[in-house]
């Protein structure tokens, strides 16, 4: 029975440390979204989906992301539908309890500099927004969980949109600020979130409901922003294929009166 427990003990070191050294590459598809936190470190795990795009190259989507934060050292890797991983390393800052920045210094060999937005929520990528220097070349970085009610159900009700674009946010007495990505998503339940994506490298969230839907449009009740009270709607016109033809928002954030518009 102690042999049997030894070889036990050592089985379990044996397959922690290999997935912890495995390429990105070979990590099935299939995975739950794991979360460690040891000694400091915590690695995060997450599906969903993304657009990378490299200097002039077509843009790739992204189909898988993984971080680990140690210290106040960062890694980053994205997985592209074409199955080549991209990994990035840095420094981060923390922001709050679920967002931290990464400031990249290299990509492998290759030279990287760039800032990226990391949130994560229960254990979850929920955003990785960024854009720097790879190698000389300008690369953009947009990435979100795939939403875990959009299957629930058998029905087709969700809604799941990224998309870069331009576009401009005003708050009263704050300077306006372009927005450079929006992401919307809608559960089952008619449960909505938009996500502004600002050039600065912020995001700008807003919380609601769903209140009407036809074929080329969706109409987003706000009930708040983050930690923030806020009330108002976003009106967003969509093309083919679900992209986003045309995004009209207002309303206010903690008294103060909101603008946005993108497209």
């Given at each position: 029975m102690k042999l049997q427990s030894k070889t036990s003990k050592y089985s379990s070191i044996f397959i922690g440390l290999t997935l912890l050294f495995s390429p990105l590459g070979v990590i099935s598809p299939h995975f739950q979204n794991p979360v460690l936190a040891q000694n400091n470190q915590i690695n995060l795990l997450s599906q969903g989906k993304g657009i990378f795009t490299l200097g002039n190259r077509k843009a790739q989507n992204v189909n898988s992301a993984s971080v680990t934060l140690k210290g106040n050292r960062a890694n980053l890797a994205i997985i592209l539908d074409n199955n080549q991983t991209i990994r990035f390393d840095g420094t981060f800052t923390r922001q709050n309890s679920q967002q931290v920045r990464i400031n990249l210094t290299n990509s492998g060999n290759a030279d990287a500099r760039g800032d990226i937005l990391l949130e994560y929520r229960n254990n979850n990528i929920t955003l990785l927004n960024g854009k720097g220097r790879l190698d000389g070349q300008n690369f953009n970085l947009?990435?979100?969980?795939?939403?875990?009610?959009?299957?629930?159900?058998?029905?087709?009700?969700?809604?799941?949109?990224?998309?870069?674009?331009?576009?401009?946010?005003?708050?009263q007495s704050r300077q306006t600020q372009n927005i450079t990505f929006v992401t919307i998503t809608v559960d089952n339940r008619q449960k909505a979130r938009i996500s502004l994506g600002l050039k600065n490298g912020n995001v700008m969230n807003f919380e609601g409901k769903q209140t009407q839907k036809d074929a080329y449009s969706i109409r987003i009740q706000v009930n708040n922003s983050g930690m923030a009270s806020a009330t108002g709607f976003f009106n967003i016109e969509l093309g083919s294929r679900n992209s986003i033809n045309n995004i009209i928002g207002q309303g206010t954030i903690d008294g103060q009166t909101f603008l946005a518009n993108f497209r």
């Open positions: 947009l990435f979100r969980e795939n939403n875990s009610n959009s299957n629930s159900g058998g029905n087709n009700n969700s809604l799941n949109i990224q998309q870069t674009g331009e576009g401009l946010l005003n708050i």
